[in-house]
């Protein structure tokens, strides 16, 4: 436990940074998944890391341990993890926890406010077209979800960019791309050290719609001449998460005028031995703490059926934790013994 436990916490720091360098080396479809993944087991193996970190300690209160029950001097006597540490892990697993729900509470009344707005919007098939002089266009999510456009929009746009626009609108809808992004969003908010990956996975959803616009149109410098108009009429205005402008621009554009990304499964498989290692030591990690508390389990059994004069196992009782890690030799590795 002592080094697997904290295998999660290196991974998150150096998956961060990495995501972005990977994620524009890779198909965007398959970084987009790829980067979501990622997230999602680095975020649930941050959370247990720091769970197993703070419970080693919570597990000697007399109250939790009477609960268990297991003797709170022998897990005492045998934890690896000092008191500051578990403190500080709990406190960030607070942390997590209420940023978690107040993210998902906002994410899911954007979703309800979304399909709310979809049943009342005046629609021709998945297109609705707003009477608004402020150039707009952005997918929104719903039952069945609507491509939304502003009419400043369309006559900022020639016949053949509104095409590609909608294409790439369309796109999101049709990939559900508003639940990769929540997905992302939640990881963050549980991980912070995972932000850089959340905007990367944003922006390769972005990609990914621009791709399929491309090849629904068959033309890469029309999307990308699309995407860049459609970023200069918006300009500064704020825009939803799925519009046509998210993203850094720029890159998106420098993506369409050169071919596409080439598959790179040397690169995925990297990712995915990383992936598998962080849960690997998770096991691992969870594993020894269910082995310490069965040890202190079996100390209060003991304990409880000696006969009455004879001590129970506390910490002063060394003799007797000695011939319990004789037993269990790992156990006394971690200990420090």
Same mark, same amino acid.
């Given at each position: 436990?002592?080094?697997?436990?904290?295998?999660?916490?290196?991974?998150?720091?150096?998956?961060?940074?990495?995501?972005?360098?990977?994620?524009?080396?890779?198909?965007?479809?398959?970084?987009?998944?790829?980067?979501?993944?990622?997230?999602?087991?680095?975020?649930?193996?941050?959370?247990?890391?720091?769970?197993?970190?703070?419970?080693?300690?919570?597990?000697?209160?007399?109250?939790?341990?009477?609960?268990?029950?297991?003797?709170?001097?022998?897990?005492?006597?045998?934890?690896?993890?000092?008191?500051?540490?578990?403190?500080?892990?709990?406190?960030?697993?607070?942390?997590?926890?209420?940023?978690?729900?107040?993210?998902?509470?906002?994410?899911?009344?954007?979703?309800?406010?979304?399909?709310?707005?979809?049943?009342?919007?005046?629609?021709?098939?998945?297109?609705?077209?707003?009477?608004?002089?402020?150039?707009?266009?952005?997918?929104?999510?719903?039952?069945?979800?609507?491509?939304?456009?502003?009419?400043?929009?369309?006559?900022?746009?020639?016949?053949?960019?509104?095409?590609?626009?909608?294409?790439?609108?369309?796109?999101?809808?049709?990939?559900?791309?508003?639940?990769?992004?929540?997905?992302?969003?939640? %990881? =963050? +908010?549980?991980?912070?050290?995972?932000?850089?990956? #959340? &905007? @990367?996975? !944003?922006? *390769? /959803?972005?990609?990914?719609?621009?791709?399929? %616009? =491309? +090849?629904?149109?068959?033309?890469?410098?029309?999307? #990308? &001449? @699309?995407? !860049?108009? *459609? /970023?200069?009429?918006?300009?500064?205005?704020?825009?939803? +998460?799925?519009?046509?402008?998210?993203?850094?621009?720029?890159?998106?554009?420098?993506?369409?005028?050169?071919?596409?990304?080439?598959?790179?499964?040397?690169?995925?498989?990297?990712?995915?031995?990383?992936?598998?290692?962080?849960?690997?030591?998770?096991?691992?990690?969870?594993?020894?703490?269910?082995?310490?508390?069965?040890?202190?389990?079996?100390?209060?059994?003991?304990?409880?059926?000696?006969?009455?004069?004879?001590?129970?196992?506390?910490?002063?009782?060394?003799?007797?934790?000695?011939?319990?890690?004789?037993?269990?030799?790992?156990?006394?590795?971690?200990?420090?013994?």
């Amino acid at each position: 436990m002592r080094i697997a436990v904290y295998i999660p916490l290196l991974v998150s720091m150096v998956l961060g940074p990495a995501a972005s360098w990977a994620g524009r080396r890779l198909p965007p479809q398959v970084a987009t998944w790829l980067l979501t993944c990622a997230g999602v087991v680095a975020a649930g193996a941050w959370t247990t890391s720091l769970a197993l970190l703070a419970f080693t300690r919570v597990g000697q209160i007399p109250l939790v341990a009477a609960e268990g029950p297991w003797s709170a001097g022998v897990l005492a006597a045998i934890d690896p993890v000092s008191w500051t540490v578990a403190l500080v892990c709990g406190l960030v697993l607070l942390a997590s926890v209420l940023a978690l729900v107040v993210v998902s509470w906002r994410r899911v009344r954007v979703l309800v406010e979304a399909r709310r707005e979809c049943r009342e919007l005046s629609v021709a098939g998945d297109l609705a077209v707003l009477d608004d002089p402020v150039p707009a266009a952005f997918a929104l999510p719903g039952s069945p979800g609507r491509v939304v456009v502003s009419s400043g929009m369309l006559r900022a746009l020639a016949a053949d960019e509104r095409r590609a626009l909608l294409a790439h609108e369309r796109a999101h809808l049709r990939h559900r791309h508003h639940l990769f992004l929540l997905v992302l969003q939640l %990881a =963050a +908010a549980v991980h912070p050290l995972l932000r850089p990956l #959340a &905007r @990367a996975g !944003a922006f *390769a /959803a972005e990609r990914w719609a621009d791709e399929e %616009a =491309a +090849a629904e149109v068959g033309d890469r410098p029309l999307v #990308a &001449r @699309a995407v !860049a108009r *459609a /970023a200069l009429a918006v300009k500064r205005a704020p825009q939803p +998460a799925l519009a046509v402008t998210g993203g850094p621009v720029p890159q998106r554009v420098q993506a369409l005028m050169a071919p596409p990304a080439p598959m790179r499964r040397g690169l995925v498989t990297v990712f995915g031995a990383v992936m598998l290692a962080c849960c690997l030591s998770v096991a691992e990690a969870t594993h020894d703490t269910e082995e310490l508390f069965e040890t202190a389990m079996q100390a209060q059994a003991v304990g409880a059926h000696l006969p009455q004069g004879h001590h129970r196992p506390h910490d002063h009782h060394r003799p007797h934790l000695h011939r319990m890690h004789l037993r269990r030799p790992h156990l006394t590795h971690l200990a420090g013994v």
